[in-house]
């Protein structure tokens, strides 16, 4: 159980075209899904909270008209990465809370990497 | 803001050694402390987790005591196997501390085992 799967695992796009990844909790309702990105040997780093049917929380430093995120069901959020650049070339993970135990716990995705060339 | 610190990689053992692999944390309020394994190919497992001061997690032999006095939570293994090669995050989750609802993440040490 607890499985999140993201869509595609990888991906090369020319700089200034747009690319979407989807990411999906497949066997649990999420009403809690967050966006990382992951440098070569660094940390992930908290991009953004999406939520279920309203606004994406983003952290700081993130732009939210670059990094369009949708949360349109309970199980699917997309990260639409708008006019890409080669700094935007990364990996993209995200991950999902079980809104049915409560817990804290995130159950994460395989990851997105993202080649913009 | 919150922060985790853990000690750097790659950490090489041999079959059957005994695993410490050291992490530290900063936070502003009371926050669940957890690890994470990232084995070659894969996302990001939940290996264990603990909510609150002296509270152990365990699992697959890992384990890992939250020790508010110290503010670590040290992942450690009796007996560790080839197996057990791949990428271990500690993070924490502090809702509670006015930040963000997500977690914040260590570097990640690699982990090694020779046969």
């Known amino acids: 159980g607890a499985v999140v799967s993201q869509h595609p695992s990888w991906v090369i796009c020319k700089s200034g075209t747009s690319v979407k990844i989807e990411c999906r909790s497949l066997?649990?309702?999420?009403?809690?899904m967050f966006w990382y990105r992951q440098f070569p040997k660094q940390s992930l780093m908290l991009m953004a909270t999406?939520?279920?049917?309203?606004?994406?929380?983003?952290e700081q430093g993130v732009e939210k008209d670059k990094f369009l995120i949708n949360h349109a069901s309970l199980t699917l959020s997309t990260l639409t990465v708008t006019s890409a650049h080669p700094e935007d070339s990364s990996f993209y993970i995200c991950s999902a809370r079980d809104q049915g135990t409560g817990e804290e716990t995130q159950y994460f995705g395989p990851g997105t990497r993202l080649l913009v060339l | 803001g919150d922060s985790v610190t853990q000690m750097e990689g790659p950490v090489t053992l041999s079959e059957e050694a005994f695993l410490t692999i050291n992490c530290t944390y900063t936070?502003?309020?009371?926050?669940?402390l957890f690890w994470y394994v990232q084995y070659p190919g894969e996302g990001l497992q939940l290996l264990l987790k603990?909510?609150?001061?002296?509270d152990k997690g365990s699992n697959k032999g890992f384990e890992a005591t939250y020790r508010k006095e110290t503010t670590s939570f040290h992942l450690e293994k009796g007996s560790v196997q080839v197996s057990d090669s791949a990428v271990y995050f500690c993070?924490?989750?502090?809702?509670?501390?006015?930040?963000?609802?997500?977690?914040?993440f260590g570097k990640g040490t690699h982990l090694i085992i020779q046969p």
């Open positions: 066997d649990f309702q999420a009403t809690t």
């Open positions: 603990a909510t609150k001061a002296d």
């Open positions: 993070a924490l989750s502090d809702p509670g501390g006015g930040g963000a609802d997500g977690l914040t």
């Open positions: 999406s939520n279920e049917g309203s606004k994406a929380t983003y």
């Open positions: 936070a502003t309020g009371y926050p669940s």
